[in-house]
Every structure is written in C-alpha cells, then in structure tokens.
C-alpha cells in the first residue's frame, strides 16, 4: 500500500512540475517542484515509504524542509525555492563494528565520495574542493569523516563554509550543511572575468592593492620574553586594528571595521552595558569560619583591614560602609587574601582586596560605566596624575621603572580613565610586568588597580636593531595577497527600494558578498625579532607521531599506519626492542581512544592511568608503571578491551596449535586461542604463544594493528 502512494507521490510530482512557477502557485505545488528538484539532485531513490515535507517563509526567504522515511533509514534536506540543497542529514542502521577498529573505508576515498557529492549539489557559479588533509583528524573509534572548505564563486574562496561527513564504515555522505542556511546576502557576486579584462589587468590590481594593504599594517617595539621565560628579547610585535580589504571593481580600500562602528553608532546605540566587577559570594567563608580565621595569629581583623583599606583615600571609600569582608586561605602557600566590600545608599561599590597579614593593597575593582549621557569633570591629564601619584605611594619601587604605555579616556558611557603602565628598559617597553589604573572621570577617584609584576628576566641589549621598514617588509612577507570574496557590511538604504519590506520590517543592513583583495596566511608569527629581521613563530607541539628508528623493522607497516590514526607514543623514536612496561601499554591503548599522551610531560602518568581506568583496562590498585608486560598479559588486556574477555574466561571450549600449546596457562588459554583466530597472535618465530615473555614495544603495536584490522 506505501509503494503504491509512493509511486502516486512521484505521478502527482511529475504533473506538478509542468506547472508555471508563479507567486500564485499553491503550497503543494511549490513543494512538489522543489522535491522532484532535490530528488533529481541527490538521486533520491524510490524505496523510502514515507515523505511529508513544510516549509518556512522568512523575511530573508524560504526554506523547504523535506523528509523520507522507511524502516531502517530517514533523510532530511533543506532546500531553498529553487531546489538547492542546502543541508542534508541521512540516518542509517547499521552494524556496530566495536570497540578500536579500522574504518572501512579510507579517509581518501571518503575524499572522493564528499567531492562527488558537492559536485551534485552545487553549480553554476558555485563549486567546492574537498581535500583528504582538510578533514576532522583521523582517529581510532571515529567512523565518520567530516570534510570542511569554503565555497569557491566563480573559482574564488568565500567566506561561506561548507562541510560534508561521510561514514567510514559505509562510504555514505551522513551531513552536508553550509553555513548560509539562514543568511541573505543583497545583491549579486561579480564575475571577475566581468571586473578584470585579462590576467595583466588582474595581476596589476593585485599589486595596488598589495601597497594599500601594506599600509594598515603597523608594528610596535618592546620587550617581549623568549621561550626560556628567562630573557626578554626586543621584537616589534603589531599595533592591534581594523579588517580591511581592497574592492576589486573600484581599487578603494575599504575599511570593514568601521563599517560595523558605523551600523552599530547607527542603531540603537549598541546599548552600553557594563559587567559589575562584585565580590563572588561562591566559596566564601561563614561568619563563623571568618572569626575562626581573625583570631589565627598573623591573620588581620575585618576591623583592622578596613583602616587599612580607608587609608587610601584615593580610593573614594569616605561616606561609605564596609558591607562585606570575605578571606581566602591559599592552602598551599598560607597566604590569606581578604576581600573588603564597600558601597553607600545610592548603589555605589568598590571591592578591594587586600594581603590579609599585612594590609597591603593587591588590588581594586569597582564600577566602570554610567549613565549613557554622562559628562566627564576630571580630564585625562588629572586622572593620570591621580594615577601617577597612586602607583608611586602603592608600589614605589616598581612604579620607578614604568612609563604610560597606553590610555584611554572616559566615553560614551564609560565614566573611567584607563591607565596602562608598564616597566621599560632600555628605552622599550616589556608589558609583561604593567600596572592597570582606571579613575573616576567624575570624582576623580581611584575606581580600579590590578598589576602584574612578577617577571624578572635578564634583558637583551637594545643594539643592533633592525629599521622599523625592514621589520614591516619582513612582518607583510608573512601574508599572501588573495583575491576572493568578502563579506561586506551595507547600508540597504543605498539600495533604493530594492529592499524596502526588509527596511520597514526594521532590517537596517545586511551583508554583501564583494569581489577584493585581501591579506590571509595559514601561520601566524607573534612578531618579528628586532636584530635577525625574522617573523618569530609561536613554539607548537604538534602531537603527531613519528618514528625514525623503523628502518627494516619487520612492523614498520603497521606501526606507520597506526601513526596515521593517532595511535602510539610520541617521543619520535617507537624503539621496537625495548621491553613493554604497563605505563606504555596503557598510553599505547588510551590512545585508542582518542587520548595521546606525552609520556616526557609532569603529571602525564596520571593522566594516563585516569584514562585507563575510565576504560576499564585496569582497576587503579592494579598501577605498576615500571612492570613489565607479557605478551600473554597484553593479549588479555586487549581481547578485554575488546569485549571477548566474558568468552575467553569459559573453560574446556577452545583450542589453538601455537606450538608450545600446552605451556600456555589455563588462565591464558581462551585468550590464546580467540587471539589466534582473530589474527591478533601468529606466533613468535619459533610459533609459540610465549605467553610469560616480557612483550617488546613493537609486538605491542603489532597486536594491537592485527586487533584493529580483525
């Protein structure tokens, strides 16, 4: 009875088809012209036995969703008017193929698989590259491949994203989704062969836009510390701005930073909201507890800490009262920090917080914005000469080698000067160590201070620097000069009526997609050293396994492979002879799932173990790092990983023909045999078990290979 209306579905759909596409058209032949559209598309076949499809008219456009259904599978695709699909989500039964296993299909077929589907889905001037690399990370116990790239116009990137998963088991594409789902973007995307008239013209734009790009960049010198943590070396590191991007058609720059200030200023005036910095009452102390602590020798009172604190007159705490004081007890330092809470009738508040033995100020927070329309009394010059004198009571000695390293004055609703002093040397700022100061752009009172001031490495000399424009030619050679499309905040009012009913439903702008030049790279360096003219990269420790001691090992296929899927040991040697201790087969098996750990890095044994027993590999009295494994014991581990332990453990029922049979332990035995018939074991070169022989690294790894590919 379901096929037949499934094939009365396809009749009506076909009829439907011939009808003109009018504004008029009824619902469900709207629906029937985008579903025979989808179908033809993705090659939907006729065996679902259930359909049933909606729609959702927005402002922005319509989306179908559309369904099929059947016993053991069910589809769901978002389409757009015209039948371009826009997400895809298929869920399929299927066996489970356990714990720690290959995936059926490779992640370069999977490749192949999600570009033939983009090349279904997408057309005319859209298209989409799929690449085995730019997929999630390959990984044991993931059996879906999630293929992410951008949507190419016209053979160019844009910023729509596009993602595809295929199952590793069945070679099916599972999801496809990109990311304007929901998104309008006015106007049309330009041809480039329409704005370029060759490859000359294309390749002399490109260089314009290369110095008009070069041009909003801008570094900074000062000192910043080395990797050691011990030294602090000059660099020039870049002045944080705007986004740019160079209009291909007219050759403007266009700043898209200010674009976005502008719709914001433009609006409903972003609304100003501020965060008030209060005391958390989480984790503090009852009254009792807080008495308890007074009266610990050292320890200041609430009393005392309060004249403490109200010495500081500064900080605008006359007129005010104390409504709360909470301590902190660093269990592994001993040091207690008391947080004094002050605030008046009218909802004012200011928190500082204070060395609870000695009363000296660590820091202080209170409220940094206001009324929308509030007018500042106290100019900047006043409030970084309150600023000033503040730091040089507080921290005399610190404060003799700092300078102003950055301001800001109070607006738009902020009612605080902010100050930003750090230590410099040698003529050059290390921000490192840096004072923080707001002041009150009313009262002119201290509002908030926190620094820090601990570093204390030795300092490069300041000789032999390179210029400033050989440090930006070296900082812009980092970039690559692209051509794509942009996303482009416009005004819809510059369209005239063309939008008009997204105007009056309050839509002020929206997004366009424009033809530019811009500046992109895949690295980014964190500065450029000031005496070598090199871009400095950020240390990486990529967890990546290789091995560089398996030259004709007899594992080297397997070991490679596993390496593939992030199963292993870092360290970059696998040394294959070394005997297995229970530390390693526990980091080789958590690697499994998921977890590769350094085994060089502190506390990674723990880490380790936590992970082990979570997978019920080991109970934690069980932990012996340092003993060593045999090559029954890792069997045993495994095939229990693995689930086959329950059957292994019955007696009488299984046999093997390793040759030392009949050595092998009752205990081992079932293991022995299940082993042998899953290809997990052949036999060392003698065909023996050898159930009690410590097991090497290498037969550690190949075990496991064989398990995996069961």
Same mark, same amino acid.
């Given at each position: 009875?379901?096929?037949?209306?499934?094939?009365?579905?396809?009749?009506?759909?076909?009829?439907?088809?011939?009808?003109?596409?009018?504004?008029?058209?009824?619902?469900?032949?709207?629906?029937?012209?985008?579903?025979?559209?989808?179908?033809?598309?993705?090659?939907?076949?006729?065996?679902?036995?259930?359909? $049933?499809?909606?729609?959702?008219?927005?402002?922005?456009?319509?989306?179908?969703?559309?369904?099929?259904?059947?016993?053991?599978?069910?589809?769901?695709? @978002? *389409?757009?008017?015209?039948?371009?699909?826009?997400?895809?989500?298929?869920?399929?039964?299927?066996?489970?193929?356990?714990?720690?296993?290959?995936?059926?299909?490779?992640?370069?077929?999977?490749?192949?698989?999600?570009?033939?589907?983009?090349?279904?889905?997408?057309?005319?001037?859209?298209?989409?590259?799929?690449?085995?690399?730019?997929?999630?990370?390959?990984?044991?116990?993931?059996?879906?491949?999630?293929?992410?790239?951008?949507?190419?116009?016209?053979?160019?990137?844009?910023?729509?994203?596009?993602?595809?998963?295929?199952?590793?088991?069945?070679?099916?594409?599972?999801?496809?989704?990109?990311?304007?789902?929901?998104?309008?973007?006015?106007?049309?995307?330009?041809?480039?062969?329409?704005?370029?008239?060759?490859?000359?013209?294309?390749?002399?734009?490109?260089?314009?836009?290369?110095?008009?790009?070069?041009?909003?960049?801008?570094?900074?010198?000062?000192?910043?510390?080395?990797?050691?943590?011990?030294?602090?070396?000059?660099?020039?590191?870049?002045?944080?701005?705007?986004?740019?991007?160079?209009?291909?058609?007219?050759?403007?720059?266009?700043?898209?930073?200010?674009?976005?200030?502008?719709?914001?200023?433009?609006?409903?005036?972003?609304?100003? @909201?501020?965060?008030?910095?209060?005391?958390?009452?989480?984790?503090?102390?009852?009254?009792?507890?807080?008495?308890?602590?007074?009266?610990?020798?050292?320890?200041?009172?609430?009393?005392?800490?309060?004249?403490?604190?109200?010495?500081?007159?500064?900080?605008?705490?006359?007129?005010?009262?104390?409504?709360?004081?909470?301590?902190?007890?660093?269990?592994?330092?001993?040091?207690?920090?008391?947080?004094?809470?002050?605030?008046?009738?009218?909802?004012?508040?200011?928190?500082?917080?204070?060395?609870?033995?000695?009363?000296?100020?660590? $820091?202080?927070?209170?409220?940094?914005?206001?009324?929308?329309?509030?007018?500042?009394?106290?100019?900047?010059?006043?409030?970084?000469?309150?600023?000033?004198?503040?730091?040089?009571?507080?921290?005399?000695?610190?404060? *003799?080698?700092?300078?102003?390293?950055?301001?800001?004055?109070?607006?738009?609703?902020?009612?605080?000067?902010?100050?930003?002093?750090?230590?410099?040397?040698?003529?050059?700022?290390?921000?490192?160590? @840096?004072?923080?100061?707001?002041?009150?752009?009313?009262?002119?009172?201290?509002?908030?201070?926190?620094?820090?001031?601990?570093?204390?490495?030795?300092?490069?000399?300041?000789?032999?620097?390179?210029?400033?424009?050989?440090?930006?030619?070296?900082?812009?050679?980092? !970039?690559?000069?692209?051509?794509?499309?942009?996303?482009?905040?416009?005004?819809?009012?510059?369209?005239?009526?063309?939008?008009?009913?997204?105007?009056?439903?309050?839509?002020?702008?929206?997004?366009?997609?424009?033809?530019?030049?811009?500046?992109?790279?895949?690295? @980014?360096?964190?500065?450029?050293?000031?005496?070598?003219?090199?871009?400095? !990269?950020?240390?990486?420790?990529?967890?990546?396994?290789?091995?560089?001691?398996?030259?004709?090992?007899?594992?080297?296929?397997?070991?490679?492979?596993?390496?593939?899927?992030?199963?292993?040991?870092?360290?970059?040697?696998?040394?294959?002879?070394?005997?297995?201790?229970?530390?390693?087969?526990?980091?080789?098996?958590? $690697?499994?799932?998921?977890?590769?750990?350094?085994?060089?890095?502190?506390?990674?044994?723990?880490?380790?173990?936590?992970?082990?027993?979570?997978?019920?590999?080991?109970?934690?009295?069980?932990?012996?790092?340092?003993?060593?494994?045999?090559?029954?014991?890792?069997?045993?581990?495994?095939?229990?990983?693995?689930?086959?332990?329950?059957?292994?453990?019955?007696?009488?029922?299984?046999?093997?023909?390793?040759?030392?049979?009949?050595?092998?332990?009752?205990?081992?035995?079932?293991? *022995?045999?299940?082993?042998?018939?899953?290809?997990?074991?052949?036999?060392?070169? $003698?065909?023996?078990?050898?159930?009690?022989?410590?097991?090497?690294?290498?037969?550690?790894?190949?075990?496991?290979?064989?398990?995996?590919?069961?």
């Amino acid at each position: 009875m379901k096929r037949a209306a499934s094939a009365l579905l396809a009749a009506i759909l076909s009829l439907t088809l011939a009808l003109p596409a009018a504004a008029a058209a009824t619902a469900d032949q709207r629906l029937s012209r985008v579903t025979l559209a989808v179908k033809e598309t993705l090659e939907i076949p006729d065996t679902y036995t259930e359909f $049933s499809g909606d729609m959702e008219e927005m402002e922005t456009g319509t989306i179908w969703s559309l369904r099929w259904e059947n016993a053991d599978r069910s589809l769901r695709v @978002s *389409a757009d008017e015209e039948g371009k699909v826009l997400q895809y989500v298929l869920t399929a039964d299927r066996a489970d193929s356990g714990p720690a296993a290959f995936p059926t299909v490779s992640r370069t077929k999977a490749a192949e698989i999600a570009q033939s589907f983009l090349n279904r889905v997408l057309s005319g001037e859209e298209s989409g590259v799929i690449a085995p690399d730019n997929s999630g990370a390959q990984s044991i116990g993931n059996d879906q491949y999630r293929f992410y790239t951008n949507l190419l116009l016209y053979g160019l990137p844009s910023p729509i994203g596009l993602s595809v998963t295929v199952d590793g088991q069945t070679g099916e594409v599972l999801r496809y989704s990109r990311d304007d789902l929901y998104d309008l973007h006015v106007g049309t995307a330009k041809d480039p062969a329409a704005v370029f008239s060759g490859d000359a013209a294309r390749t002399a734009a490109r260089e314009k836009a290369a110095a008009l790009l070069k041009g909003t960049l801008q570094l900074r010198l000062e000192y910043e510390l080395d990797d050691s943590g011990e030294r602090a070396v000059l660099r020039y590191l870049p002045e944080g701005g705007h986004s740019y991007y160079v209009d291909a058609a007219t050759g403007e720059l266009v700043d898209l930073t200010a674009r976005l200030q502008d719709a914001a200023a433009a609006g409903d005036g972003g609304g100003n @909201s501020g965060t008030s910095d209060s005391a958390t009452e989480s984790g503090s102390l009852s009254q009792a507890e807080q008495e308890g602590i007074s009266q610990m020798a050292g320890v200041w009172s609430k009393e005392q800490l309060d004249q403490a604190a109200r010495k500081w007159t500064q900080l605008g705490l006359s007129g005010t009262s104390l409504a709360a004081c909470t301590y902190w007890l660093d269990k592994e330092t001993g040091e207690v920090t008391a947080s004094l809470r002050y605030n008046n009738e009218e909802g004012w508040y200011r928190t500082v917080t204070l060395d609870g033995k000695s009363g000296a100020v660590q $820091s202080v927070s209170g409220p940094t914005w206001g009324e929308e329309n509030i007018k500042p009394k106290v100019s900047l010059e006043k409030a970084r000469t309150a600023a000033e004198d503040f730091l040089q009571a507080l921290r005399p000695e610190k404060w *003799a080698v700092c300078d102003l390293y950055e301001s800001g004055e109070a607006a738009d609703g902020s009612r605080v000067h902010t100050f930003i002093f750090s230590q410099k040397e040698n003529g050059y700022f290390f921000p490192c160590n @840096s004072f923080t100061v707001t002041v009150d752009a009313v009262d002119g009172s201290i509002v908030s201070f926190r620094g820090s001031f601990e570093s204390d490495p030795v300092f490069d000399s300041a000789e032999g620097l390179i210029a400033p424009e050989a440090a930006l030619d070296a900082w812009f050679g980092t !970039y690559t000069v692209s051509l794509g499309y942009v996303n482009v905040l416009q005004d819809l009012k510059d369209y005239g009526s063309q939008y008009q009913q997204l105007l009056d439903l309050g839509y002020t702008h929206l997004y366009s997609l424009e033809l530019g030049f811009y500046l992109e790279r895949e690295n @980014s360096p964190s500065g450029v050293d000031a005496k070598t003219g090199k871009p400095v !990269y950020p240390t990486q420790q990529d967890r990546i396994i290789t091995y560089n001691d398996l030259e004709g090992c007899w594992g080297r296929t397997q070991a490679e492979t596993l390496a593939d899927y992030g199963v292993g040991w870092l360290g970059g040697s696998l040394q294959p002879k070394k005997q297995l201790t229970q530390l390693e087969l526990m980091a080789l098996l958590v $690697s499994l799932d998921g977890y590769l750990p350094d085994l060089r890095e502190e506390g990674a044994a723990d880490q380790v173990y936590d992970r082990a027993v979570g997978m019920g590999l080991l109970s934690r009295a069980e932990r012996d790092d340092d003993a060593l494994v045999s090559r029954g014991e890792v069997v045993k581990v495994l095939l229990d990983y693995g689930g086959y332990g329950a059957a292994a453990r019955i007696p009488g029922i299984f046999r093997c023909t390793f040759a030392d049979e009949a050595a092998i332990p009752d205990s081992l035995y079932g293991y *022995a045999a299940i082993a042998q018939g899953l290809g997990v074991v052949q036999g060392d070169g $003698s065909g023996s078990f050898a159930a009690g022989r410590t097991a090497t690294r290498l037969e550690a790894i190949v075990m496991v290979y064989q398990f995996m590919a069961r």
